[in-house]
């Protein structure tokens, strides 16, 4: 049986990739490479995982300096030779081995005000929402995101600018914008306008090139850009 | 601040690339012409049309290079804040002054 050549960040912030050889198998993912080192050869690494299936979206790693689902990645898309470079996902801090702390991710889907909002209640009927509306279109095509952080950790504006909210956040906020029983707006339009929201996009691609569930965040973003202008022109911010 | 540079630098974006346009097609002209320095001369002196066109020329230059370069220097250098702006904001009036001048140079 052929073996794999594995590095995996150990450590937190400060730490180094360790190596490890792993029997290679038929249609195995890089998570399944990760849990058989936890499992076989070193109980003391730490990383995240639920679903196994691509619905989660916690077990994101960077895969040969490309942050991906591991569950979802086969070893045979991605292994170089016969070696394989596993770290945590880029842009956040390293809690330890391959678990990154994705609070500040969070806390920036908050700060883009990404919760719905709204002054109908439960006494109210239901809002009837065509589909076929352009806003509905736009919401429908950013609305699948299940906040893995592939694509900020994917994201270069975030590298160099840590302010930034990041693709997933203003994606959000995107799908909001465009939620007519939102009334968040144009505060939500305010929060993803300044030096560290949409307009610090250099609409590099990375997150919709990487995002495991195909969406546009870049779409999302210039969209962002578009909102904003307009209300800016109509005197609204 | 940022929505609205970042509105100001994509309509100097619109006008630059109509300047540009007529600007490289009036060179591309005047060299196909064979005209010299002296008849180009003759042709800009006292035109307030091409002095204008080159006014707004300057005037969108000096408005898209700094915010541009705004944001340069604040992801590679970190630098931020009202220091960086009056930078900036000294560089574009040395943008527009120097392109102002030259202006006046084929004009007057």
Partial sequence: MSKLRVSVWRGAEAGEYRSYEVPRQESQTVLDVVSHIQRYLDPTLAYRFACRVGMCGSCGMSVNGVARWTCRTHVTQVIKGDALEIAPLRNLPVIKDLVADMSGFFDKWAAAKGRFRSNRSRRDDFAVVSPATAERKHADAAIECIGCGVCYSACDVVACNPEYLGPAALNRAWTLVNDVRDNANPERLRAVAGDAGCHACHTHVSCSELCPKHLAPTASIAGLKRAVSLALLKGQL | ?108
């Fill in chain 2, 1 to 108: 601040m940022q929505a609205r540079l970042w509105l100001a630098q994509r309509l100097a974006a619109v006008v630059l690339a109509l300047c540009v346009l007529v600007h490289l097609i009036t060179m591309i002209y005047a060299v196909r012409q064979g005209l010299s320095a002296a008849e180009i001369l003759g042709r800009t002196r006292g035109n307030l049309a091409w002095f204008g066109f080159y006014l707004i020329f300057v005037a969108a230059v000096a408005i898209h290079a700094p915010i541009g370069l705004r944001a340069v220097l604040a992801e590679w250098f970190s630098w931020r804040g009202k220091s960086l702006d009056g930078a900036l904001l000294a560089f574009a009036l040395l943008l527009a002054l120097a392109g102002a001048r030259a202006a006046w140079g084929v004009f007057r």
